[in-house]
């Protein structure tokens, strides 16, 4: 079975500028979340949806959006980025959301630097 | 509260060794915890789960202990080899369905 794939692996971006990440959770995988990883921060959530809705939102600022499709792929947004939104954004799946079900299985991530 | 990362602390072991990694999580109320591993490049891998009303766990070459007392969490690795060398995160999940994850510590394995 293929893992969470996520595209593409590396972003440059210049400020101001707006970016979509894209995630394809693994096969049969209903929910999806988000994360985004810093030297400084460590990982901290972003969001989580399922069947197309969030069902859950960090503590990011409005900039920060996603959606989910009929097919459980997500994508994620930001907007009017700044340089401290330079991070590996990574994508999880599991079956379905609640902590009886299968624990997130994690992509590779998208490298995004802002320049 | 949320993790945060400025320095990662390091283990350091000789190969064959026993590695035991420890992690102190934050809400009492957790009731759910996970050990992943991340190698350079790649994205967290699970490595083991507990739920809170186990205080043991065990996996293959790995065991997963949780002490509820002092919110406290340990991942031991048997016998550790040079393809164990990784950051090992803990995460913890409450009522909600994210995960707060530990500051990760840095597993050195040398021949």
């Known amino acids: 079975k293929a893992g969470v794939t996520q595209t593409p692996r590396y972003l440059i971006k210049t400020r101001g500028q707006q970016v979509t990440l894209s995630c394809s959770p693994i096969s049969g995988h209903r929910s999806v979340s988000w994360y985004q990883q810093t030297p400084g921060q460590g990982l901290q959530f972003l969001f989580e949806y399922f069947s197309e809705t969030q069902r859950n939102k960090g503590n990011f600022p409005g900039r920060f959006s996603g959606r989910q499709f009929s097919n459980s792929r997500s994508e994620m947004n930001v907007s009017t980025l700044e340089l401290g939104d330079s991070a590996l954004y990574l994508c999880?799946?599991?079956?379905?959301?609640?902590?009886?079900?299968?624990?997130?299985?994690f992509g590779n991530g998208t490298r995004l630097t802002v320049t | 509260g949320e993790s945060v990362g400025l320095h990662l602390p390091t283990l350091s072991v000789q190969e064959g060794d026993n590695s035991i990694i420890n992690c102190a999580y934050s809400?009492?109320?957790?009731?759910?915890f996970i050990w992943y591993k991340q190698e350079s490049g790649k994205g967290p891998q699970f490595i083991i789960d507990i739920r809170s009303n186990m205080d043991k766990r065990q996996g293959q070459r790995v065991t997963v202990l949780l002490n509820k007392t002092v919110k406290h969490l340990s991942l031991q690795i048997a016998a550790t080899q040079p393809g164990d060398s990784a950051v090992y995160f803990c995460?913890?999940?409450?009522?909600?369905?994210?995960?707060?994850f530990g500051t990760g510590t840095r597993l050195q394995v040398f021949p």
């Open positions: 999880a799946s599991r079956s379905g959301p609640g902590r009886n079900n299968s624990p997130l299985h």
């Open positions: 809400n009492s109320a957790s009731d759910y």
């Open positions: 995460a913890e999940n409450l009522n909600t369905d994210k995960l707060i």
